[in-house]
């Protein structure tokens, strides 16, 4: 029974699903999208989301925190200096899904994660 329990499993222990989503937010800000499985990008929307509402604040304890889940230097800076103050007067609702149709190999539903311009 799966009871109040929330988010997508994806196949991976804990420990791997959350390494996953900290390298996928990493790669979303680098690159401002990410190509991946649809449910990967469902869960990946309200993680990378907390994180930038925590860039908009962009005091020491906030950037403290989304250093626990952003590992590198560069995307951590970028984040705080450009995207965070990007999003400064949206409240919330930072990315955008696009299907995309099927994976030729397996069949899986592909989606487009990406930031919005504003």
Same mark, same amino acid.
Request: aromatic share 4%.
């Given at each position: ?8 499993? @994806? ?6 699903? #959350?390494?996953? @989503? +900290? +390298? ?8 401002? #999208? *990410? *190509?991946?499985?649809?449910? /990967?990008? /469902? ?6 989301? /907390? @994180? ?7 005091? @020491?304890?906030?950037?403290?925190? *989304? ?18 103050? #990007? ?22 539903? *592909? ?8």
């Amino acid at each position: 029974m799966r009871h109040r329990a929330k988010g997508r499993q @994806l196949s991976r222990t804990s420990t791997h699903r #959350r390494a996953m @989503l +900290n +390298n996928m937010a990493s790669s979303l800000f680098d690159h401002g #999208r *990410v *190509v991946t499985t649809e449910a /990967k990008a /469902k869960e990946l929307r309200p993680f990378a989301e /907390k @994180l930038i509402t925590l860039a908009r604040r962009g005091d @020491l304890h906030a950037r403290r925190l *989304v250093q626990r889940k952003i590992k590198g230097r560069e995307t951590l800076s970028k984040l705080f200096s450009e995207i965070g103050p #990007r999003f400064a007067s949206r409240p919330g609702g930072y990315t955008r899904i696009l299907k995309l149709g099927h994976r030729s190999g397996d069949g899986a539903d *592909v989606a487009r994660i990406e930031l919005l311009s504003e």
